[in-house]
């Protein structure tokens, strides 16, 4: 399993320098990703971005446990029909949830 957010920075860091690669050497072209490829990467990298916030929120000092299930139910109300995984992770009825009475208030 890997963490999305090594993925978002390995896609950020892609965007960042795609237009330098091609300028070092012509080789790498065959690598890159076609056009289409490239459309979906960077759709990915906004979504991931989403995440990357919520996980930024999320390290601050001042986040409840309240605001911890807003922001996870916001990602899952986004997401969730896209990347229906996410619920068994983000979700009031999750399997790793400790206590559903605490999680619904």
Known sequence: ETRWASCYNML????HLKDYLTDLDY???ALLPCPLQERRL???LEDLGN????SKRLQRDDTTM???RIL???LLLKFGSMYPEISSYLSISAGIIFSPIFETG
Do not use: C, H, N, Q
Not at 12 to 15: L, N, P, Q, V
């Open 51 to 54: 995440f990357e916030t919520v």
């Open 12 to 15: 950020s860091r892609f965007f």
């Open 27 to 29: 080789s790498l072209l």
């Open 42 to 44: 960077k759709a990915l």
């Open 66 to 68: 309240a605001d911890t």
């Open 72 to 74: 996870f139910d916001g």
